[in-house]
């Protein structure tokens, strides 16, 4: 079992940033890819990002690429999500999620933990 702890959302402005954080408690941290998802009303959960168990390989959502940035510290268990540039489009619920599988699947299947969310708010 994995606990995925969200923090960090809140109101922006469109043009700034926020970073995301999840604390992972549990097994091996090391042991999981680590992504993040979003939802927003109305839609379907969608994929965000993911990075591998060793922080080496990462992939994007092409309506993210060059604008957000996941990273991870092992040794402090944590996965973080670096927004920048933020428009309306990105309201919505973040989740963090973690899988045991390669960290590409997880671009096309549903992860095996999720976190309980936190809220992201981009005001034009």
């Known amino acids: 079992q994995v606990q995925l702890v969200e923090s960090g959302g809140g109101l922006v402005q469109a043009g700034g940033s926020l970073r995301l954080s999840c604390a992972a408690s549990g097994r091996t941290f090391s042991g999981y890819a680590m992504g993040w998802f979003r939802q927003s009303p109305g839609k379907e959960r969608e994929f965000v990002a993911v990075?591998?168990?060793?922080?080496?390989?990462?992939y994007y959502a092409d309506s993210v690429k060059g604008r957000f940035t996941i990273s991870r510290d092992n040794a402090k268990n944590t996965v973080y999500l670096q927004m920048n540039s933020l428009n309306a489009e990105d309201t919505a619920v973040y989740y963090c999620a973690a899988d045991g599988r390669p960290a590409q699947r997880m671009q096309y299947m549903i992860p095996g933990y999720w976190g309980q969310g936190t809220q992201v708010t981009v005001s034009s």
């Open positions: 990075i591998s168990m060793s922080g080496s390989s990462t």
